[in-house]
């Protein structure tokens, strides 16, 4: 068993609302006893505003489905973070009316499966949760997970995972502030929280991305960019959005501000290139409202065409700024493998592909249907989707602007029929609306891509009650480190 780091353990907060002890309990690891993991002291038996602190011993029973350790305590089923299922703990409880706040004190009885993070900022950081498992650990722990939402509607395969879990990320962004020295400093926010953590590598963004952020953090003093502070509304640069082709090698950074007057954006854009020639785009992107959204309306390109190009399932897309494209792009063949195997085209079909985006699984399965209907709700997708179509001399397909489910809804009423829909929704899945357009549509198979099996789980119930069956299920590990998990399924008309 590895030891914590010299600069001590440093677990997170988690707010529990009380839970009776008669409440689901999920064990999705072995237990195994192990060496003792001392974590950082924390006071204990004292007041905290109103909260009164306490110490407690605990025994991890499971896992929730975000990673959780569950504990029991006074009658009440608890979470803590960064706890593995048979280790014995010293936990810091306080509690806050109904609610109680539980924090990982230090491990006493280890498991077999705690392994010491790669990452110096694990324990601050919300960005991965499941550092502190070995590799074996998180795929046993993500196929648990998707087994025991799926098992209503059959035995899901095992999932497809990564040989090498890190440096995955095509896309990252990087926030700047000021530390109490007022040096600027660039990273991610803490967890639960806006308390910006100084860090200098990601290590699951690709590293030529925070290699470019730090540059231009040591560029903004002599440039006099200060950072946007959100508190006082005042300063200029807000993030730092880097898009990298893991195929093509193409790089867009995209320097998101608070105001549209850039100066010295000419200078600024030369000292960049100079020191990163593999920079291919650069723009600027006008946030000036008070939101966590971290691109605002207003674009600009400073370099390049304003877009960079990337290989998918043998086929080139070109990827905007505001466009979503996978963020693995190795995982997302598998998983596009797998869901124009389980649509079964031979080569007639009418597909629709719901919530396109910039039109990747429809151009795709443009190679095996008759036809394919893009719909997507996001104008600047369409227009990326049209501008791939062609590219990729795709003659067999048609993106259009608007909802996905009253496109369907009208092509119901004037008869037409669609034999495959692929649906790609958000995390927050299908609206009603959505689903009975695609019932009263009745196509002959759904496949469905999700990047959030509870609401998945949520849809597809409402299928099966409408004259569906689900035929398979394959999740996919698209985000190693963290708790998600991507999962497509195969649903057909009974």
């Known amino acids: 068993m590895n030891k914590s780091k010299k600069n001590g353990y440093k677990p997170g907060k988690t ?42 011993e605990v025994t991890c029973t499971g896992l929730t489905n975000e990673g959780k350790g569950i504990v029991q305590w006074k009658g009440k089923q608890l979470e803590v973070d960064h706890l593995l299922p048979g280790e014995t703990a010293e936990i810091t409880l306080s509690t806050s009316g109904r609610y109680v706040n539980t924090e990982l004190k230090r491990v006493i009885t280890s498991s077999k499966d705690r392994i010491e993070p790669m990452c110096s900022y694990f324990y601050e950081c919300g960005g991965c ?129 608070a ?18 020639p593999e920079i291919t785009t650069i723009l600027m992107n006008v946030n000036n409202r008070d939101t966590s959204m971290v691109l605002g309306g207003q674009e600009k390109v400073l370099f390049g065409k304003g877009t960079i190009t990337d290989t998918l399932c043998g086929m080139k897309f070109d990827i905007s700024a505001k466009s979503f494209y996978q963020i693995n792009p190795l995982q997302t063949e598998k998983l596009y493998a797998k869901a124009i195997e389980m649509a079964q085209l031979s080569g007639s079909e009418t597909v629709i ?28 997708a369409v227009r990326d989707a049209i501008r791939n179509s062609k590219r990729n001399g795709v003659k067999n397909a048609r993106f259009y602007q608007g909802d996905s489910g009253e496109f369907m809804m009208e092509m119901a009423a004037r008869g037409e029929k669609a034999d495959v829909v692929f649906m790609d929704p958000p995390r927050s899945g299908s609206d009603e609306a959505f689903l009975s357009s695609l019932v009263k549509l009745k196509p ?51």
């Not at 999700?450 to 099966?464: A, F, G, K, W």
Request: aromatic share 6%; proline share 4%; hydrophobic share 30%.
């Open 15 to 56: 707010r529990n609302q009380s839970k009776k002890t008669n409440g689901k309990k999920r064990s999705a690891l072995t237990n195994q006893k192990g060496d003792k993991f001392q974590g950082k002291p924390s006071t204990t038996n004292k007041r905290r505003g109103n909260k009164k602190s306490v110490t407690a």
């Open 129 to 257: 949760q499941l550092q502190h498992m070995n590799e074996q650990a998180q795929e046993g722990f993500k196929q648990q997970t998707i087994d025991d939402l799926m098992k209503p509607f059959g035995k899901p395969e095992p999932i497809l995972t990564m040989d090498h879990p890190y440096d995955y990320r095509n896309k990252s962004h990087t926030t700047f502030g000021l530390n109490t020295e007022r040096q600027i400093i660039g990273g991610l926010y803490a967890q639960n929280s806006h308390q910006l953590i100084s860090m200098d590598r990601c290590l699951i963004h690709d590293p030529k991305a925070d290699e470019i952020w730090q540059t231009i953090k040591d560029m903004m003093k002599s440039f006099k960019m200060q950072p946007y502070n959100e508190d006082t509304g005042r300063g200029f640069l807000r993030h730092v959005l880097v898009k990298v082709g893991k195929v093509s090698g193409e790089i867009m950074v995209v320097l998101v501000v």
């Open 259 to 276: 105001s549209p007057i850039f100066k010295g954006s000419n200078n600024f854009v030369k000292a960049l290139r100079k020191a990163h």
């Open 353 to 380: 592909d719901a919530y396109c985006g910039i039109g990747t699984i429809g151009l795709i399965a443009s190679q095996k249907a008759g036809k394919v209907i893009g719909v997507e709700l996001n104008k600047d």
């Open 444 to 494: 002959e198979r759904i496949v469905y891509v999700s990047c959030n099996p509870v609401t998945q789980v949520r849809d597809m119930r409402y299928l099966v009650q409408n004259g569906y069956k689900v035929k398979g299920i394959q999740p996919v590990d698209m985000f190693p480190q963290t708790v998600h998990v991507e999962n497509v399924a195969e649903i057909v008309l009974k």
